[in-house]
């Protein structure tokens, strides 16, 4: 009988080894650069030709790795320009994020006004989600997004106090950029991807009186976990959503 067999019963075979494609062992290199600010927002990266020598692979995995991550959208490819990587300020990436679409007329983007920013110590659930320690410094922001005057959505931001520092409702009010663009460009963090979870609520009586709508009034409540590269989680989220002249659109596919 094998040795690391049970009594009575046959050894159970070693799993077998896996192996990745040696163009998402090429995408995760090139990931790692991005991470560690190799390339920065915006900037362009090598040439695949000069990506294959480094690497030392052929020119068609790097152009299969480069594919994938412009189909995540941490590059973006300009037709006789070359491979850049993406920012939060392109305007095919305005929108990214925000899923919120009128019923009527065109997307535009919401003016936002910062109710309060804050620091403190991170809650245990908050902690748990953004891989901190209970007690680790947070920035809370709160703030109200308004489409042509009536406000749509209430937000309310957990952040890594360590990573960002120096953010204060001042800063936030005096940036007119998108608040990831602002991320992005004021603190080097990039918002890569990110998981929501949805569900129907009551307004309590702060959200009415910050939509101005009657406390009960529906909302759509959407809690988001986003990410940055790695898969290191810097954002939690909780919107909570009018929707009586929108709707919350995604694509699945």
């Given at each position: ?12 075979p070693?799993?077998?080894p896996?192996?990745?494609?040696l ?27 000069e ?27 300009r ?39 804050r ?8 902690a ?7 007690g ?14 009536r406000?749509?959505v ?5 952040l ?16 007119r950029a ?42 759509l ?7 940055t ?25």
């Open positions: 009988m094998h040795p690391e067999a049970p009594p009575g019963g046959t050894a159970t070693p799993a077998a896996t192996f990745s494609p163009y998402q062992q090429i995408k995760a290199l090139i990931t790692q650069g991005l991470e560690a600010g190799e390339w920065r927002p915006g900037e362009m990266i090598p040439s695949e030709n990506l294959a020598a480094r690497y030392k692979v052929s020119q068609g995995t790097v152009r299969k790795a480069i594919d994938e991550l412009a189909a995540e959208h941490l590059l973006v490819r037709q006789g320009k070359g491979t850049f990587v993406a920012t939060h300020t392109e305007p095919r990436a305005q929108f990214r994020f925000l899923r919120l679409m009128p019923d009527e007329g065109e997307q535009a983007y919401p003016e936002s006004q910062i109710v309060d920013c620091r403190m110590r991170a809650p245990a659930e908050i748990r989600n953004l891989d901190l320690k209970p680790d410094p947070v920035v809370v922001v709160r703030r109200v997004l308004a489409f042509a005057g406000p749509c209430l937000d309310e931001l957990w890594p106090g360590a990573l960002f520092r120096g953010l204060t409702a001042e800063r936030l009010t005096e940036s998108p608040l990831y663009s602002m991320f992005e460009s004021e603190f080097g963090i990039k918002m890569v991807r990110a998981e929501e979870k949805i569900r129907a609520v009551a307004a309590d009586a702060e959200a009415a009186r910050m939509l101005r709508v009657a406390p009960g009034t529906p909302l409540s959407v809690d988001r976990l986003t990410y590269y790695a898969d290191r989680p810097v954002e939690v989220r909780r919107g909570l959503y009018l929707t009586t002249a929108h709707h919350y659109r995604n694509a699945v596919s």
